[in-house]
């Protein structure tokens, strides 16, 4: 490991002073560790020929009684290798990630995905071979390394310690795509797949992975999972979200088969309740900005009763960004 000058040292002891306040002063949710990394079990489903999506054994059951979910992945073999989707939280999770392809293929993995920035979408990329190619959005790869360890804190603040997210360590994406822009792989056999980076979605790290020949999404963190779920708009961002998660919905042909960040596979139709839900805040809290009402005030007003179905982070995520974030956002704009 690179050794740090006595400035880098003092900077970085900074940033982990500050990001202990951040996440002092943050919005806890009910109960750490939202999943628990070390009782989670993924498994294999296959979405169509040579395509497969990974996701948590307990996806089927729970994701309807709004149970948290772990992160959902995937990958496609193609006539070269593997494009791996997610690499999830930690090295358990990794390791039966490659169980789950070994299980299909000897083929290489020559190709990985990170959708977001967020520890259970990226941080065990040191694990692959080193001739695997790390693909990201661009800010991703910026943000990550610039604040590993600010992310890493982060991460072990929602997900605990003990989890193995201690040990992981940062490695750098080799081919970025940047804001309003998109990659395409063909794997052959018809097996194209796109990365879009339409901008932030939840944060500005997201990236969607769409194959257009067989109508399959990865949708990652900006659509969580269907209702009960509600988004996770905790990154402070709600206006540029909520207009980019319309345009990936209306982008969707309605057979298109959807697989959410965290949640059970599903369709167009599973993902609508995001939408709504984003929908009806903008609407509710746009009422309140004009009415002159304080943040505090609109927190009294804008309950949204008729959306918290029982989802565990309902209140955490309502309450703690998803409005707050929706009231600075709309503030800022009469402002202008
Ligand atoms: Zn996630």
């Known amino acids: 490991m690179k050794k740090l000058n006595l400035k880098q040292a003092i900077i970085c002891l900074i940033l982990s002073c500050l990001c202990r306040v951040v996440l002092a002063q943050a919005p806890m949710p009910p109960t750490i560790p939202i999943w628990d990394a070390n009782k989670v079990t993924l ?7 040579d395509i497969y999506a990974i ?14 979910q772990a992160t959902t992945g ?17 090295k358990r999770l990794y390791d039966q990630e490659i169980k789950l392809i070994r299980s299909v293929t000897d083929k290489p993995i020559i190709f990985a995905v990170n959708t977001s920035d967020h520890g259970d979408h990226c941080f065990s990329n040191y694990l692959l071979p080193p001739s695997t190619s790390i693909i990201q959005n661009e800010f991703a790869r910026e943000n990550l390394s610039k604040n590993y360890e600010i992310i890493k804190n982060f991460m072990v603040g929602l997900f605990g310690s003990g989890r ?24 052959g056999g018809g097996k194209v797949v796109e990365l879009l980076n339409v901008g932030t979605a939840q944060s500005p790290a997201d990236l969607f992975v769409w194959m257009p020949n067989q109508k399959i999404f990865w949708a990652g963190n900006p659509f969580i999972a269907e209702s009960p779920a509600i ?8 206006l540029e979200p909520a207009a980019n998660l319309k ?47 304080t943040l505090e005030q609109t927190k009294a007003t804008v309950t949204m009763k008729d959306y918290d179905k029982g989802y565990v982070l309902f209140n955490w995520l309502h309450y703690g960004y998803n409005l707050p974030n929706a009231y600075k956002d709309i503030n800022d704009n009469k402002k202008k």
């Open 247 to 293: 345009k990936m919905y209306d982008f969707l042909p309605d057979d298109a088969i959807v697989i959410p960040g965290h949640g059970r596979i599903t369709n167009k139709a599973g993902i609508k309740y995001t939408i709504d839900y984003v929908e009806e805040l903008k609407k509710e809290v746009q009422a309140a900005v004009d009415n002159g009402f």
């Open 55 to 68: 996701i948590p054994a307990t996806a089927e059951t729970e994701t309807s009684k709004g149970i948290p």
């Open 74 to 90: 995937g990958f496609i073999v193609g006539e070269k290798g593997v494009i791996l989707i997610e690499v999830m939280l930690t």
């Open 231 to 238: 988004p996770w708009l905790f990154d402070g961002y709600f």
């Open 164 to 187: 193995g997210i201690e040990n992981t360590v940062f490695r750098p994406a080799d081919i970025v795509i940047p804001k309003n822009s998109n990659l395409k792989v063909d794997m």
């Open 43 to 49: 498994e294999l489903h296959k979405v169509s020929n």
